[in-house]
Structures are given as C-alpha cells and as structure tokens.
Nanobody, 117 residues
Framework: QIQLVESGGGLVQPGGSLRLSCELS????????MSWYRQTPGNQRELVAK???????NYADSVRDRFTISRENTENTVYLEMNTLKSDDTAVYYC???????????WGQGTQVTVSS
C-alpha cells in the first residue's frame, strides 16, 4: 500500500527557513503528481505548491517567490524549501500524491511548522 511520510517541520523565527521532505513508498513515485497542502485550526486545507510528474509547478499566491517545490525521483521524495517565513505560514503541512484528475488521493500524517518569535 502507498504511504507518505513527511519530515522537517519545527519551530523557526520570522524570516527564517525550513525544508520539508516527503517520501513515498509502495508505488512508482515518478508516476505521481505531488503537492504540499497546509491547514490551520478552523480552516480548510489549502494547496501550497504542486509539482507534476512532468515537473510543471504552481504555487499559492501567498508563498510564490518564497517557497520552492522540487522532486528527486531517484529518492522517491518531494521537497518544499520555505524561505522568509512569516507567522501566517504557521500550520500543519501535508504531503499529497495523485495520478490524474480521476486518481485516488494519498495523504501523509502531516508535519507541524511554527513561525514565532
């Protein structure tokens, strides 16, 4: 079965940086579109960044030019480099994998990112 495991979250001061990682096991990673979502209490889960199996990317307006999504297919891993972090970036960050618009969604357990002075 497919599993996604996130890592790299933690506490950072405003203006700092973090790199999140998500490793997929149980299937062919190269076939999947990979995304990072985030969620705060009382709010819906929102898309942060996406990278397709063809390496096309897109970003939420709130993180564009600060965050960078990338993938290393030989390591079955997608990354999210987060720079110039703000308090509003505080959330649980979730990794998502899907094949096409009719594909099943797979989710990791999430990793907490807290931006605070």
């Amino acid at each position: 079965q497919i599993q996604l495991v996130e890592s790299g979250g933690g506490l950072v001061q405003p203006g700092g940086s973090l790199r999140l990682s998500c490793e997929l096991s149980g299937s062919d990673f190269a076939l999947y579109h990979m995304s990072w979502y985030r969620q705060t209490p009382g709010n819906q889960r929102e898309l942060v960044a996406k990278i397709t199996r063809n390496y096309d990317t897109n970003y939420a307006d709130s993180v564009r030019d600060r965050f960078t999504i990338s993938r290393e297919n030989t390591e079955n891993t997608v990354y999210l480099e987060m720079n110039t972090l703000k308090s509003d970036d505080t959330a649980v960050y979730y990794c998502n994998a899907r094949i096409g618009i009719l594909g099943k969604d797979y989710w990791g357990q999430g990793t907490q990112v807290t931006v605070s002075s």
